[in-house]
């Protein structure tokens, strides 16, 4: 299957297979009306089977949101056909407004204006947990 | 600006100094009577807590401060939908200090990082409630003359028991502790309570559902009420909720210095007739705790005005 380099934009690459459509919601890419790819199940020699999202536009990416759904993956940025910079994320230490909490007893249930802010508290279980109330992310 | 949100926001040096002030407002009370002066304390309680906010209003007046506040959330600004930030920036302009109870986690957190003043909270549903920690601990020193190597059992609902979490947590900071979890399977302690504080500070701990089994271990027995308000489902409420009851024969097996206590309310977990044994101390824990609130509004004023 084919799909066509991009000039100028964004590839996030190396992202666990299964993990693209998650990516997509998270980072609002349906909000976009640049073409956007979102190639599943990629055979890599790395990974076995990767995916991949190429977005046809240079727009700012929330890399916290990257590094959460998938410390592995990486962001390239292309211009001009060239890759001119590559991220790789890891786990962000502060998740800020990404995820609620679904805990009905925590103060964000019931006040709209605070922000939803998550806490890595175990890096190797990868534990995300709410600043207010300390109950786990959902992952 | 300090506050109090989680005991693990003090220090054990600071709870050190305000255990040896408390008991120095125990021996000299006098020499703290007008501490406070021309302080106001402002309790606002957003649920119904008889005994918090009384042993806050108490530990306020015996240091010569006044009180104001509210004891429901019916009779506040939040019945009329005032956010938690807005009303602790509004109670910074009238009180030096507030303790705060709310049925939402997170609710005194959020107040902290939004008032002028110091904000302690006073328990904020089943999250965290720190000065009732501070109560156990001044307890358990004065019982058992200090922290180390103790083997303390913990019994009853130690899912959603809050006092559980913080005791384990502050305990945790001291050497050669034991700790034994008494439960049914349905309220054992969380995982990550295990993981990240016994087994992260390697902390030697059993769990088994037998009270009688391990009660000969104990040097501290803490029992604990199976709390209606944290189920959402009645019938799971009324079948764990005579799990153990603790009465004199159970008794029969136990050290005779074992230090009894319980956060109360009870209901039905403590029999009435241990309440004569030397060994119950929870009535000596509600007196403690008020000297400990008092010596964390006199720390915490202290620090504010630095």
Request: with cysteine; glycine share 4%; net charge neutral.
């Amino acid at each position: 299957m084919n799909v066509d380099s991009i000039m100028n934009g964004i590839v996030i690459d190396h992202i666990t297979a299964g993990l693209a459509f998650r990516l997509y919601n998270l980072l609002d890419l349906d909000k976009l009306d640049c073409p956007v790819a979102i190639i599943k199940n990629v055979n890599s020699r790395k990974m076995g089977k990767k995916d991949i999202i190429k977005i046809d536009s240079e727009i700012p990416i929330n890399f916290d949101v990257v590094g959460f759904v998938d410390p592995n993956a990486t962001i390239n940025v292309i211009k001009d056909g060239v890759l001119v910079d590559k991220h790789s994320i890891g786990m962000p230490q502060k998740l800020t407004n990404v995820i609620k909490c679904k805990n009905p007893r925590c103060i964000t249930s019931v006040e709209q204006e605070i922000e939803h802010v998550f806490v890595l508290t175990d890096k190797q279980e990868k534990v995300y947990r709410c600043l207010y109330c300390e109950t786990k992310a959902d992952i | 600006m300090k506050s109090l949100i989680d005991i693990i926001d003090l220090t054990p040096q600071e709870i050190d100094q305000m255990i040896e002030t408390a008991c120095d407002i125990i021996d000299n009370p006098k020499k703290y009577s007008e501490k406070c002066k021309g302080k106001k304390l402002a309790t606002l309680f957003f649920e119904p807590s008889t005994r918090t906010r009384l042993s806050f209003e108490a530990a306020m007046y015996e240091l010569g401060g006044n009180v104001i506040g509210f004891s429901e959330a019916n009779s506040s600004s939040a019945a009329k939908g005032e956010s938690v930030a807005d009303t602790a920036k509004t109670i910074s302009c009238y009180a030096d200090i507030i303790a705060m109870r709310h049925p939402k986690e997170g609710a005194p957190f959020v107040a902290s990082k939004n008032a002028s003043i110091p904000v302690i909270n006073a328990g904020d549903g089943g999250h965290n409630h720190p000065t009732q920690t501070l109560a156990d601990l001044l307890t358990i020193y004065r019982e058992k003359g200090g922290f180390n190597n103790l083997t303390i059992g913990f019994c009853g609902d130690l899912k959603f028991g809050r006092t559980v979490h913080s005791l384990i947590n502050a305990m945790a900071r001291y050497s050669g502790i034991k700790v034994v979890l008494i439960s049914p399977e349905e309220l054992k302690v969380p995982s990550y309570v295990k993981k990240n504080v016994l087994k992260a500070n390697d902390i030697p701990y059993i769990q088994t559902t037998n009270l009688e089994e391990v009660m000969p271990q104990l040097d501290v027995l803490y029992m604990t009420r199976v709390q209606r308000e944290r189920f959402f489902n009645e019938e799971d409420y009324l079948r764990l909720k005579d799990s153990y009851i603790l009465d004199l024969p159970k008794l029969a097996n136990a050290k005779e210095d074992l230090c009894i206590m319980h956060p109360l309310p009870r209901v039905n977990e403590i029999s009435v007739a241990v309440d004569d044994d030397p060994r119950a101390c929870y009535f000596k824990q509600v007196l403690n705790g008020k000297y400990m609130r008092m010596a964390l509004i006199l720390k915490l004023l202290e620090e504010a005005e630095k």
